[in-house]
């Protein structure tokens, strides 16, 4: 009890010397050595269509020193530029650009447990969701195609009508599932089907007994015309999964059949085949948390089961832009409760690489297969960014 009461004190102080740093700096003079926080698309862009750099990089590592009068440089992706080569309109847009990381500040002891504190400015944290984010026909439009699970990547034909594709559900985690979808969108209708990769679920042979398995159907969804936060839908699997490959789905040696020591089936992967269907829906509230250029928080019911999270997508902090995402699954009649975690980061590759990919961990946390709770994957999710923010 005392050493647990002896590190709220610690962590309460930390917080208090991080947001005693996020206010100081309002009053702080102005930076002359700083590095541009990623948050304003159209700026970034415009900086460097000027200094003709093709193709211009939405997200790229801008780094200003206005230190020597004499000699004052911008740098682009590790590029020097002269300052002046920038035309007037922008550099004063530059100086007085809201969102710095002050690269004068001074370290010290403290500083591993304040900096990225000191680095966080309360009035960015939240930000207002985009025009497309809040349209009810226009939502599905989705420039970002992740690996495995998340939101679906969306191509616009023309404006509201367009397609969208998936691999995974919009809820599960890294192999978790052999689904994957295509939809056509139109006036806030999706309709589509969907069909199994086997492989997603083949390349781990243990704690797969809280899996979904797919076979073939098609679903029908419809976004209620008063902003993008509610949407319903019917999905159906119209098809039987024959015996032989039920059996090697479900197969012990696969992990995902777990038995008592009775042989009685403990823990068993979920199959949706066979005529089954589900009313789904999803209530979720766009938001730009940390400068995000796509986010949501949702609360939803898919295939009968619970799930709540937060999605970000490039949100940025400390000088970092990276993805986040959240899924959990609390209570379900059918498996074991499962809380899904996706960390992707950016800017890692060079020349269009640099924005476009993203790389991290993807985890899952439920019940093992011996009675435990911990991760039962863990594993490398991607990210692919194509075309421009929206």
């Known amino acids: 009890m005392k050493a647990s ?3 709220l004190v610690l962590l309460t102080l930390v917080f208090l010397l991080g947001f005693n740093s996020i206010f100081a700096q309002e009053e702080e003079e102005q930076i002359r050595y700083y590095q541009m926080e990623p948050l304003d698309d159209s700026l970034f862009i415009n900086i460097q269509t000027a200094l003709f750099i093709d193709p211009p990089d939405p997200k790229a590592e801008i780094v200003v020193d206005l230190r020597d009068a004499n000699n004052q440089t911008i740098s682009i992706k590790s590029v020097l530029y002269p300052f002046l080569a920038v035309p007037p309109e922008l550099r004063a ?3 007085t650009y809201p969102f710095k990381l002050n690269l004068e500040e001074d370290i010290n002891y403290g500083s591993v447990f304040t900096r990225v504190f ?19 026909t226009l939502g599905y439009i989705n420039p970002f195609f992740q690996l495995q699970g998340g939101e679906r990547l969306g191509l616009s034909l023309k404006q509201d009508v367009g397609l969208s594709l998936g691999i995974g559900t919009p809820y599960s985690g890294a192999l978790e599932t052999n689904m994957m979808e295509v939809n056509f969108h139109i006036l806030g209708v999706k309709a589509g089907i969907f069909s199994h990769i086997d492989a997603m679920i083949e390349a781990m042979k243990e704690q797969n007994h809280n899996n979904l398995i797919f076979s073939e159907g098609f679903q029908v969804n419809y976004v209620i015309p008063f902003g993008n936060f509610f949407e319903f839908g019917y999905f159906k699997a119209t098809s039987k999964i024959g015996e032989a490959s039920l059996h090697r789905y479900l197969d012990t040696d696969e992990g995902a059949t777990v038995l008592n020591s009775d042989s009685t089936i403990k823990y068993q992967a979920r199959v949706i085949h066979n005529e089954q269907s589900f009313l789904n829906w999803e209530f979720r509230y766009p938001v730009s948390i940390l400068g995000s250029t796509r986010g949501k928080v949702y609360v939803a019911q898919y295939l009968d089961e619970w799930h709540f999270g937060l999605l970000l997508r490039e949100a940025s902090l400390a000088g970092s832009t990276f993805d986040f995402s959240f899924d959990g699954m609390p209570g379900s009649k059918y498996r074991e409760p499962q809380y899904n975690i996706n960390i992707l980061v950016q800017k890692i590759m060079e020349g269009w690489g640099f924005s476009a990919f993203a790389i991290g961990p993807s985890a899952s946390l439920s019940r093992l297969d011996d009675g435990g709770f911990g991760f039962t994957k ?4 991607l990210r692919f ?6």
């Open 385 to 390: 960014k194509i075309g421009t923010s929206l």
């Open 118 to 136: 000191q680095k966080i400015r309360i009035n960015k944290v939240t930000q207002p969701p985009t025009k497309m984010q809040i349209s009810p």
């Open 93 to 95: 847009r530059i100086i």
């Open 5 to 7: 009461k002896q590190i």
């Open 378 to 381: 863990i594993f490398v999710n």
